[in-house]
């Protein structure tokens, strides 16, 4: 075989290559699809899902943390089961702690009530805030 820098006999070869099992099931995939979203690196999980939870976390623009706990709850049964359950938990724990939550709700409310309160009364009264 010659050296070439033709690109339709170097997508040929490539292609050649391919067919013949020349690499593995994961880099054919990466390799043909159209767009980034098209494919999962590490695992078959999130193929599976009606909605992949980069596309709903991203249309949500919710935060690092916020996307965590939406990607281990849609996989928890499928990956790592009560491992992803504990990661869940120490997340909404650190959001409690860094949006400073627990110092904020009124005594004797739970973190549902009080969210979910604060929201309705801004809708209502049409205040506007950058949640």
């Known amino acids: ?3 070439t820098k033709d690109p339709k006999i170097l997508m040929k070869r490539k ?3 391919i067919a013949a ?3 593995g099931h994961h880099e054919k995939e990466t390799t043909y699809m159209s767009k980034p979203s098209d494919i999962q690196v590490g ?3 999130y193929k599976d899902m009606a909605i992949q939870p980069t596309e709903y976390i991203t249309k949500n623009k919710l935060g690092f943390i916020e996307g965590n706990i939406i990607k281990y709850i849609s996989r928890w049964r499928q990956k790592n089961g009560i491992e992803d359950l ?3 938990k120490h997340y909404v724990d650190l959001l409690i ?3 400073g939550l627990e110092e904020k709700k009124p005594e004797g409310c739970n973190m549902w009530d009080w969210n979910h309160d604060r ?3 801004n809708q209502i009264f049409g205040i506007k805030t950058d949640e």
């Open 1 to 3: 075989m010659t050296a």
């Open 97 to 99: 702690e860094y949006e």
């Open 119 to 121: 929201v309705k009364i």
């Open 15 to 17: 292609a050649d290559w």
């Open 86 to 88: 504990k990661k869940i």
């Open 43 to 45: 695992g078959q999980h």
């Open 21 to 23: 099992g020349g690499i």
